[in-house]
């Protein structure tokens, strides 16, 4: 842009658009609306006129069904957004409807551990500063991922996790219980006078948005920069984007914040609701997350559940469009950049309806339909199209931060689609099937969801569960050793898999003990993560490497504390049962001690890498290690007694319910096709 329009007020060239917009039927709004523009005047074009390829696509495919399938439904987002406030937390008598006790009521956290669960600050975390309301943009997102791990371990688990302070366990139900709205759209909202601000410092308000929001990986910075330049930006998504950098840097005053979101809110009400436009659904979730940061959880939900609705729409759009017009910029594809941004946006959606699910105790809305195949987001860079896109355009100043924000989106979309199928699991919920795929990334998915055609016990879950974690753990290791996510998904399967060995009973909290089977892949699956924690420590060691992945790596590092965790409650767990065994449970153990020595030796080791060590749980961490490690060591452990039943109560694993019927011998060299002809065909459990 010319230096004469860097110091060109842009409120005034918004104010010369409306007199524009006026002149040709105009506004009878007195109200001055510095962001209008062009973009938004072609969401009020006639259908068939689109401005991007994705709203091409939609744009036809809501010409051929406005007139059948969606009369009844909602003609504007905000009666959209009323309408999911309405059923999620207004209306008792909805199938939708959300209790607020959510996981405080419904799942235990004590620990068999000598240390137990820490429970996270349990008063007010009303949020209503812009300084607090930053630290929690700041870490919220980075946390989800360990945050999955935790919550569907404590769901089907005994063992309990050390859930952290700083880490958002439980931030949902918090939040919900502090939250009393009960409507998003102010039928008497107006138009508000907003900041004004010259052309210069709204780029430089966007370079900072780009280095320090965590939703930044939603966003192309080469066609935001771009559109903004041309006068098509969305300025619903601009205001957005300006108010939040005014929260994280805390330099502009909470009303001007305020000012910005009202009337992003408001212009975003307004809209249609079909069809759905790319900028839109960046905007409703941005909108979502700024609502969640400021503990507004119901506004929050309706809003990224609306912009994950408007996704799935996009996507079966795009599904069924093959003749998209192609728009390119210095080589690279529009079309494409936009789709891998709405891919980066239907994980970002899942990830938070999963754990918004998990910590509510309900059933999830997310998954894959056959009808929208969603691949994982772009590895690294080399992969992404949106990064290339800014590379060849020459917008590099934020290129590292963008890597980094791709490390930490590929794991939690990962994760968040083991997770997902495994709590449906749980209340025996129906998920429509998963696309077939021969990527190893999607054979646990797709594998999890066969489960769901039979019945079964927790106990039955738990094992066919990690039948699958294990063989998605052997497919795991024939992936190059360069793979940058091989040891944290190493230690992510694991930690599930260590929970699932020891479930929660539905009666009166009790588990199961130590049999053959949970006691020889209790000790594989902590050496799997010994091992990966090990292989990352020598990968970490150079400090430069630790400085350029920044944040990613104190992502990882909670992740490997949560490993540590598991690992310590697990060993733990074994010892107190050691203390009454008889006979063949106490020969198990014997067998092991010395094996089980040596892991809580390693593992104490690690437990002291400087990077673990930031965790605020790693200290409790290390404290349990060294005490489990010194009573293994001084455990004296009787001559083996008869053969027999080995717990008191009267309880055996499933293992040993099995007995010589037992199909799967060794669940780490169970290979997916067996076990999915077997649930595919009879319906029933593989050992019935």
Same mark, same amino acid.
């Given at each position: 842009?010319?230096?004469?329009?860097?110091?060109?007020?842009?409120?005034?060239?918004?104010?010369?658009?409306?007199?524009?917009?006026?002149?040709?039927?105009?506004?009878?709004?007195?109200?001055? /609306?510095?962001?209008?523009?062009?973009?938004?005047?072609?969401?009020?074009?006639?259908?068939?006129?689109?401005?991007?390829?994705?709203?091409?696509?939609?744009?036809?495919?809501?010409?051929?069904?406005?007139?059948?399938?969606?009369?009844?439904?909602?003609?504007?987002?905000?009666?959209?957004?009323?309408?999911?406030?309405?059923?999620?937390?207004?209306?008792?008598?909805?199938?939708?409807?959300?209790?607020?006790?959510?996981?405080?009521?419904?799942?235990?956290?004590?620990?068999?551990?000598?240390?137990?669960?820490?429970?996270?600050?349990?008063?007010?975390?009303?949020?209503?500063?812009?300084?607090?309301?930053?630290?929690?943009?700041?870490?919220?997102?980075?946390?989800?991922?360990?945050?999955?791990?935790?919550?569907?371990?404590?769901?089907?688990?005994?063992?309990?996790?050390?859930?952290?302070?700083?880490?958002?366990?439980?931030?949902?139900?918090?939040?919900?219980?502090?939250?009393?709205?009960?409507?998003?759209?102010?039928?008497?909202?107006?138009?508000?006078?907003?900041?004004?601000?010259?052309?210069?410092?709204?780029?430089?308000?966007?370079?900072?948005?780009?280095?320090?929001?965590?939703?930044?990986?939603?966003?192309?910075?080469?066609?935001?920069?771009?559109?903004?330049?041309?006068?098509?930006?969305?300025?619903?998504?601009?205001?957005?984007?300006?108010?939040?950098?005014?929260?994280?840097?805390?330099?502009?005053?909470? /009303?001007?914040?305020?000012? !910005?979101?009202?009337?992003?809110?408001?212009?975003?009400?307004?809209?249609?609701?079909?069809?759905?436009?790319?900028?839109?659904?960046?905007?409703?979730?941005?909108?979502?997350?700024?609502?969640?940061?400021?503990?507004?959880?119901?506004?929050?939900?309706?809003?990224?559940?609306?912009?994950?609705?408007?996704?799935?729409? !996009?996507?079966?759009?795009?599904?069924?469009?093959?003749?998209?017009?192609?728009?390119?910029?210095?080589?690279?594809?529009?079309?494409?950049?936009?789709?891998?941004?709405?891919?980066?946006?239907?994980?970002?959606?899942?990830?938070?309806?999963?754990?918004?699910?998990?910590?509510?105790?309900?059933?999830?809305?997310?998954?894959?339909?056959?009808?929208?195949?969603?691949?994982?987001?772009?590895?690294?860079?080399?992969?992404?199209?949106?990064?290339?896109?800014?590379?060849?355009?020459?917008?590099?100043?934020?290129?590292?931060?963008?890597?980094?924000?791709?490390?930490?989106?590929?794991?939690?979309?990962?994760?968040?689609?083991?997770?997902?199928?495994?709590?449906?699991?749980?209340?025996?919920?129906?998920?429509?099937?998963?696309?077939?795929?021969?990527?190893? /990334?999607?054979?646990?998915?797709?594998?999890?969801?066969?489960?769901?055609?039979?019945?079964?016990?927790?106990?039955?879950?738990?094992?066919?569960?990690?039948?699958?974690?294990?063989?998605?753990?052997?497919?795991?290791?024939?992936?190059?050793?360069?793979?940058?996510?091989?040891?944290?998904?190493?230690?992510?399967?694991?930690?599930?898999?260590?929970?699932?060995?020891?479930?929660?009973?539905?009666?009166?909290?009790?588990?199961?003990?130590?049999?053959?089977?949970?006691?020889?892949?209790?000790?594989?699956?902590?050496?799997?993560?010994?091992?990966?924690?090990?292989?990352?420590?020598?990968?970490?060691?150079?400090?430069?490497?630790?400085?350029?992945?920044?944040?990613?790596?104190?992502?990882?590092?909670?992740?490997?504390?949560?490993? !540590?965790?598991?690992?310590?409650?697990?060993?733990?767990?074994?010892?107190?049962?050691?203390?009454?065994?008889?006979?063949?449970?106490?020969?198990?153990?014997? !067998?092991?001690?010395?094996?089980?020595?040596?892991?809580?030796?390693?593992?104490?080791?690690?437990?002291?890498?400087?990077?673990?060590?930031?965790?605020?749980?790693?200290?409790?961490?290390?404290?349990?290690?060294?005490?489990?490690?010194?009573?293994?060591?001084?455990?004296?452990?009787?001559?083996?007694?008869?053969?027999?039943?080995?717990?008191?109560?009267?309880?055996?694993?499933?293992?040993?319910?099995?007995?010589?019927?037992?199909?799967?011998?060794?669940?780490?060299?169970?290979?997916?096709?067996?076990?999915?002809?077997?649930?595919?065909?009879?319906?029933?459990?593989?050992?019935?």
């Amino acid at each position: 842009m010319a230096a004469s329009d860097s110091t060109r007020n842009y409120s005034q060239r918004s104010d010369r658009r409306q007199s524009s917009s006026s002149s040709q039927g105009g506004s009878k709004s007195t109200t001055r /609306e510095p962001f209008r523009d062009r973009d938004r005047i072609r969401r009020h074009r006639r259908p068939g006129s689109a401005n991007s390829s994705l709203d091409a696509a939609t744009s036809g495919q809501y010409m051929s069904s406005s007139n059948s399938t969606h009369q009844a439904e909602p003609t504007t987002i905000g009666a959209n957004l009323e309408q999911i406030l309405w059923r999620k937390f207004l209306d008792p008598l909805s199938p939708e409807f959300i209790e607020r006790d959510g996981l405080s009521a419904s799942s235990s956290t004590e620990s068999p551990a000598s240390t137990n669960t820490s429970q996270s600050d349990g008063g007010s975390i009303l949020v209503t500063q812009p300084s607090l309301a930053s630290k929690i943009h700041q870490r919220l997102f980075g946390s989800l991922t360990q945050s999955l791990l935790e919550l569907v371990s404590l769901r089907f688990g005994a063992l309990g996790c050390q859930e952290s302070s700083n880490n958002p366990t439980r931030f949902i139900v918090q939040s919900l219980s502090l939250d009393r709205i009960d409507t998003i759209v102010d039928t008497g909202e107006q138009t508000q006078a907003i900041p004004e601000y010259s052309d210069h410092k709204v780029r430089q308000m966007i370079e900072l948005w780009l280095i320090h929001h965590p939703m930044s990986f939603t966003i192309s910075k080469t066609l935001l920069l771009s559109r903004y330049r041309n006068g098509d930006l969305d300025e619903a998504l601009l205001a957005v984007i300006l108010a939040d950098v005014a929260v994280m840097t805390d330099d502009e005053s909470a /009303e001007s914040t305020r000012k !910005l979101m009202a009337w992003a809110e408001a212009d975003v009400h307004r809209r249609p609701s079909r069809p759905p436009s790319l900028s839109t659904i960046q905007t409703l979730l941005l909108l979502g997350w700024h609502s969640l940061c400021f503990s507004s959880a119901r506004r929050g939900y309706c809003y990224i559940e609306c912009a994950r609705l408007g996704i799935l729409e !996009l996507l079966y759009a795009l599904s069924t469009e093959s003749n998209l017009e192609r728009d390119w910029i210095n080589g690279v594809d529009v079309g494409k950049v936009e789709s891998e941004l709405l891919q980066r946006l239907y994980w970002a959606t899942f990830a938070f309806e999963t754990w918004f699910s998990l910590q509510m105790d309900v059933p999830s809305s997310s998954s894959l339909s056959a009808d929208v195949p969603v691949d994982f987001p772009p590895i690294d860079e080399t992969t992404s199209t949106v990064l290339t896109l800014d590379i060849e355009s020459g917008n590099i100043a934020t290129l590292a931060v963008q890597k980094r924000s791709l490390r930490e989106l590929w794991p939690l979309s990962h994760v968040a689609s083991i997770v997902s199928p495994i709590y449906a699991l749980y209340p025996h919920q129906h998920l429509d099937a998963a696309p077939p795929s021969g990527r190893w /990334e999607h054979l646990a998915f797709s594998r999890l969801h066969h489960l769901l055609k039979g019945p079964g016990s927790i106990f039955d879950v738990c094992h066919n569960v990690r039948t699958i974690l294990c063989e998605s753990l052997h497919q795991l290791q024939f992936q190059p050793e360069e793979h940058p996510f091989k040891t944290l998904l190493t230690t992510s399967y694991s930690i599930i898999i260590i929970h699932l060995l020891f479930p929660r009973s539905n009666q009166g909290g009790q588990t199961i003990g130590i049999g053959g089977f949970t006691l020889t892949d209790a000790l594989k699956s902590i050496s799997d993560i010994k091992d990966a924690l090990q292989l990352d420590s020598i990968l970490s060691t150079s400090a430069s490497s630790r400085a350029n992945n920044g944040d990613s790596e104190l992502v990882k590092a909670s992740i490997q504390t949560l490993g !540590l965790d598991t690992c310590a409650r697990a060993l733990w767990f074994i010892y107190e049962a050691s203390r009454t065994a008889t006979g063949e449970e106490q020969s198990r153990i014997t !067998l092991h001690q010395a094996e089980l020595i040596e892991l809580c030796k390693d593992l104490y080791v690690l437990s002291k890498d400087s990077q673990i060590q930031m965790v605020s749980t790693a200290r409790t961490i290390k404290r349990t290690l060294k005490e489990v490690k010194q009573q293994l060591e001084g455990m004296q452990l009787l001559p083996a007694a008869s053969m027999g039943q080995w717990m008191d109560s009267g309880t055996s694993t499933m293992f040993d319910m099995m007995g010589d019927r037992q199909l799967l011998p060794q669940i780490a060299s169970t290979t997916f096709s067996g076990l999915e002809s077997m649930v595919a065909e009879s319906n029933v459990l593989p050992w019935q």
